[in-house]
């Protein structure tokens, strides 16, 4: 059987994103030839993964999108009319949910009347989503931050990061990797935040380090941990979402 996952405050059997538990028999997958088992394992995960389904049934790109979901119905920043900068964005599950919180679901920023704008962000390419501009770059780049900056036209009042490197297999290699992005994306955050805004972004478990946390807790109001219940157990991700940035 499945795992159902469950949400706090919320009826078992429903997690925080409203994703239902399936009661179907698990479906196991057979190695075939060209196979390798790590494939078969994989590919066993998503045919089991209820928030895989979900997606799927949604009409969204990624089972990430649930993550968003769940860290925003905690947090709640993503308003209507909000500036939103959707950093490592490919292949647009968070930006969709950007969409929706933003502009109301279904609806796009032209039809909407709201004034908020959404830049989405990735090195690599992504489908368009209505509502938002994308940008197909390295945010590495020293150019990037300035194009990302002329596509906002003016401050913003969400910075969300959920870039990625590349695994290693080497978890103090990985962490580092992943603390360079977060670190990255929260210079880029002080830049452009207006006051009162918010910086949510993917580290790894054991969260944000010393140095990092210590400039969010200058910048920001509230500082904390946060694992969506959408986020696999067996993942190491966990991420830190700052609220309430602080006049300059």
Not at 67 to 86: C, N, P, Q, T, Y
Not at 128 to 135: H, M, R
Not at 150 to 158: E, K, M, S
Request: hydrophobic share 40%; with cysteine.
């Amino acid at each position: 059987m499945s795992k159902r996952p469950t949400g706090k405050g919320q009826k078992r059997g429903k997690s925080a994103g409203g994703v239902a538990g399936s009661r179907e028999a698990r479906q196991r997958v057979k190695t075939a030839r060209g196979r390798s088992n790590s494939s078969t394992r994989w590919l066993e995960r998503q045919l089991n993964d209820p928030y895989v389904a979900a997606a799927k049934r949604d009409g969204y790109r990624s089972r990430a999108a649930y993550k968003l979901r769940e860290i925003d119905d905690r947090f709640r920043f993503l308003k209507k009319g909000a500036r939103v900068v959707d950093l490592g964005s490919t292949p647009g599950g968070w930006t969709q949910v950007c969409v929706e919180r933003v502009f109301g679901a279904g609806v796009s920023a032209a039809s909407s009347g709201e004034r908020g704008i959404i830049v989405a962000v990735d090195i690599n390419e992504m489908e368009p989503v209505t509502g938002a501009k994308f940008l197909q770059l390295d945010f590495l780049d020293n150019a990037a931050p300035a194009l990302v900056k002329q596509a906002l036209g003016g401050q913003a009042d969400v910075i969300l990061s959920d870039m990625a490197a590349p695994a290693t297999g080497h978890r103090a290699t990985d962490h580092l990797r992943v603390m360079a992005l977060c670190e990255v994306a929260l210079l880029f955050a002080i830049e452009v935040l207006a006051v009162g805004g918010a910086f949510c972004a993917k580290v790894l478990r054991g969260g944000a380090d010393t140095e990092i946390l210590n400039r969010l807790k200058q910048e920001f109001s509230e500082v904390r941990h946060y694992k969506p219940e959408s986020s696999r157990s067996d993942s190491k991700e966990i991420y830190v979402v700052a609220t309430g940035f602080k006049d300059r």
